[in-house]
Every structure is written in structure tokens, then in C-alpha cells.
């Protein structure tokens, strides 16, 4: 077989493989064959739904006998340090200064050097809202973050997540 011909039998092999290749493609509205959809979609059951699949009838199991609990424990409601310990109250002044300070201002009322550079400004710490949340809630805030706030739940220690609560809560008007 010469050069052209093998070249002629090249360029026949791609423009066919071209052609099956745009033809292959449907249009994008239109979903595609699916050979095992029952794997994409499987049905789901609600925990308190009935399930014939088990002999009780329930879709909620308990978990295997020496299961180990992962995830979070449940938190206290109520902050476990006392307003009148200094410690406590100077750790959370220290921990306020380093981590919130930045963007709330020494002064908390949100004018920080970040908010300087053109950030935007948070809340007052001072503001009825803020102030008449729960301890709870507020080191939920801390720990998780809210809006533009970045969590410190992975910088800060539970307990100095607690003790920066104390420092907040001395902000009241």
C-alpha cells in the first residue's frame, strides 16, 4: 500500500470518527440514555417511614451494639466560666484582641483596621440584638461563624471560645 493511499484510508477513518463523535452528542436539554438510572436514582425512604425491606416494618435502624459516636458532642447552654473570675475574664479580653479585634475595633463597635482597608464592618457588639442572644448562641457564632464572620471553632479552644463570651457580654450599653 503506498503513502496516498494510506493517507487517503487515514483522512476516510477520522472524518468518520468526527462524524460519530458530533452525532453521539444530543442536545443538552435532552438527557441522555442511561443504562443503570435505578443507580443515580435509587429510592429513598424516610427515617420514620415504613420499610417492607425489614422485618419490623421501620427505615430508622439503631446503630450496631459498640458503635462509636462520631460528630459533635452537645454543647452546654450555659457558659461554664464566671463573669467574676479575673482569669477567665482576662483570657477572653486576650483571646478578643487577637482574633476579633481586627474587624470589630478595640472598642467593638466595628470600625477595625480590616474594616479600614475596605472590608465591610460588623455589627456593633454592643447592639440589643447581639446582646440579648444566649450564651449558647453566641458560641455557636464564634464557633461556626455567621455572614462574612469566619468560624474560630478550629483556631480557639472550647474553653476560650467561652471565655471570649465573658468579654462580649462586658460591651452591654
Known amino acids: 500500500m503506498d503513502r496516498g493511499t494510506l493517507n487517503l484510508w ?3 477513518a477520522l472524518i468518520v470518527s468526527v462524524t460519530l463523535n458530533l452525532a453521539a452528542r444530543t442536545a ?3 438527557p441522555n440514555f442511561e443504562y443503570f438510572p435505578n443507580m443515580a436514582r435509587t429510592v429513598r425512604y424516610n427515617p420514620f417511614e415504613e420499610n417492607s425491606n425489614f422485618a419490623d416494618g421501620a427505615t430508622l435502624r439503631a446503630p450496631v451494639p459498640g458503635t462509636i ?3 459533635t458532642k452537645r454543647l452546654a447552654d450555659v457558659n461554664p466560666f464566671s463573669p467574676t473570675d ?3 475574664v482576662a483570657r477572653g479580653t486576650a483571646v478578643f484582641t487577637n482574633f476579633c479585634q481586627p474587624c470589630h475595633g478595640a472598642d467593638a463597635k466595628g470600625v477595625g483596621p480590616v ?3 475596605g472590608f465591610a464592618p460588623p455589627p456593633p457588639l454592643s447592639r440589643t440584638q447581639t446582646q440579648e442572644k444566649t450564651d449558647a448562641q453566641l458560641f455557636q457564632v464564634v464557633t461556626e461563624g455567621v455572614q462574612t464572620m469566619p ?3 478550629p483556631q480557639l479552644s472550647q474553653e476560650d471560645r467561652w471565655k471570649v463570651i465573658l468579654h ?3 460591651f452591654r450599653r
Open 28 to 30: 443538552k436539554t435532552r
Open 168 to 170: 462580649v457580654r462586658s
Open 115 to 117: 474594616v479600614r482597608h
Open 10 to 12: 487515514m483522512g476516510i
Open 151 to 153: 468560624g474560630y471553632g
Open 86 to 88: 479575673s482569669d477567665a
Open 69 to 71: 459516636p462520631r460528630g
